[in-house]
Nanobody, 125 residues
């Protein structure tokens, strides 16, 4: 069974940066695509970004393109989300999710089988 633990969230001022980590245990991440999702208060969970199992394919929601970067270090069994130029509307609980696939990665939460517990990101002055 795969366990995912997110970390790196916190309070940051607008324009600041955070790097989220998604640490996996129980199984190797080598064959898993990883997605990052977020849920703001009173809103539905939304897809943010994803990376294929090889790391060769990445995708982003338009609102974070050019500001967020997803990457993975399979040797460390960890996926990262580097978030720069943060805005108040980025405030949310951020979740990572995983699914075994040799293809690309997915935007729909229902396509993922494993989820972390989330980490809070608050962007405020």
């Amino acid at each position: 069974q795969l366990q995912l633990v997110e970390s790196g969230g916190g309070l940051v001022q607008p324009g600041g940066s955070l790097r989220l980590s998604c640490q996996a245990s129980g199984l190797r991440l080598d064959y898993f695509a990883i997605g990052w999702f977020r849920q703001a208060p009173g809103k539905e969970r939304a897809w943010v970004s994803c990376v294929s199992s090889s790391g060769g394919y990445t995708n982003y929601v338009d609102s974070v393109k050019g500001r967020f970067t997803i990457s993975r270090d399979n040797a460390k069994n960890t996926v990262y989300l580097q978030m720069n130029s943060l805005k108040p509307e980025d405030t949310a609980v951020y979740y990572c999710a995983a699914v075994i696939t040799l293809g690309s990665c997915y935007r729909e939460g229902n396509d993922y089988d494993y989820w972390g517990q989330g980490t809070q990101v608050t962007v405020s002055s």
